[in-house]
Nanobody, 124 residues
Framework: QVQLVESGGGLVQAGGSLRLSCVASGRTISTNKMGWFRQAPGKEREFVAA????????LYADSVKGRFTISRDNAKNTVYLQMNSLKPEDTAIYYCAADYRMWSLMSSDWYAYWGQGTQVTVSS
């Protein structure tokens, strides 16, 4: 089992920045890939970004490319999401996810472990 705990969410004005963190504990060998997803009110959960174990492979949703950066520190069992130039449409609950399987980085169906989420609110 893997436990994931997110932090770093909050309220920010449009154009501002936030840095989300997700700390993994337990069977961290199962965190070959880690990802961030988000869910806005009334909408389905959507992919934001993902990263492979080595960090050499990253993927981003088109809506966040050039503004968000995912990274990880395996020594700290932590994955980060640096969010810059935030827009009101980025408002959502952001979830960290992990899985031992290296494929399907963008599909939530291929992540076995999920955090509780952290709220990000961007005001206009």
């Amino acid at each position: 089992q893997v436990q994931l705990v997110e932090s770093g969410g909050g309220l920010v004005q449009a154009g501002g920045s936030l840095r989300l963190s997700c700390v993994a504990s337990g069977r961290t060998i199962s965190t070959n890939k880690m990802g961030w997803f988000r869910q806005a009110p009334g909408k389905e959960r959507e992919f934001v970004a993902a990263i492979s174990w080595s960090g050499s492979n990253t993927l981003y949703a088109d809506s966040v490319k050039g503004r968000f950066t995912i990274s990880r520190d395996n020594a700290k069992n932590t994955v980060y999401l640096q969010m810059n130039s935030l827009k009101p449409e980025d408002t959502a609950i952001y979830y960290c996810a992990a899985d031992y399987r290296m494929w399907s980085l963008m599909s939530s169906d291929w992540y076995a472990y999920w955090g509780q989420g952290t709220q990000v609110t961007v005001s206009s």
